[in-house]
C-alpha cells in the first residue's frame, strides 16, 4: 500500500492511509499520557466537603474546619456557596511541604 504525502489534504485520502499516518504521533501522545499518569503527574484528585479532611488528615470536623480556614492550605481549596471543594494533591503537596519545615526547624532548634 502506497502511503500519501503528510502534505496532502484529508479528504483526498482513504481511512486506512489516514490512519496509517496518525498512528505514530497518536501512539507517541498517548505514551506520554500514560506515562505521566504512571508517574503522578496526571489530573489532580478531587474531592468535596470537609469529609475529604477529615479522611486526609485523619482527624474530625472540628479539626477540619480549622484546616479549611489555616491561609497555608488556601491554595487546596475552592468554595462554590456552601460547597468546599478540595484539590487532594495539592492539599498532600502542601502538608509535605509543611511537614518539611517542620522537620529542619526542630532540627535547628537542638
Known amino acids: ?17 489516514a490512519i496509517e499516518i496518525a498512528t505514530p504521533f497518536l501512539t507517541k501522545l498517548l505514551g506520554k499520557i500514560v506515562q505521566d499518569n504512571l508517574d503522578g503527574k496526571g489530573e489532580d484528585i478531587q ?4 469529609e475529604a479532611i477529615m479522611s486526609e488528615f485523619d482527624c474530625g ?20 456557596g456552601r460547597k468546599i471543594c478540595v484539590n487532594v494533591t ?11 519545615e517542620e522537620t529542619r526547624r526542630r532540627m535547628r532548634i537542638k
Open 1 to 17: 500500500m502506497e502511503t500519501k504525502d503528510l502534505n496532502s489534504r484529508l479528504v483526498d485520502m482513504t481511512l486506512g492511509e
Open 47 to 50: 474531592a468535596f466537603g470537609l
Open 61 to 80: 470536623k472540628t479539626k477540619a474546619v480549622a484546616i479549611h480556614h489555616d491561609k497555608r492550605f488556601g491554595a487546596a481549596f475552592y468554595n462554590d
Open 90 to 100: 495539592k492539599l498532600r503537596e502542601i502538608k509535605q511541604k509543611l511537614a518539611e
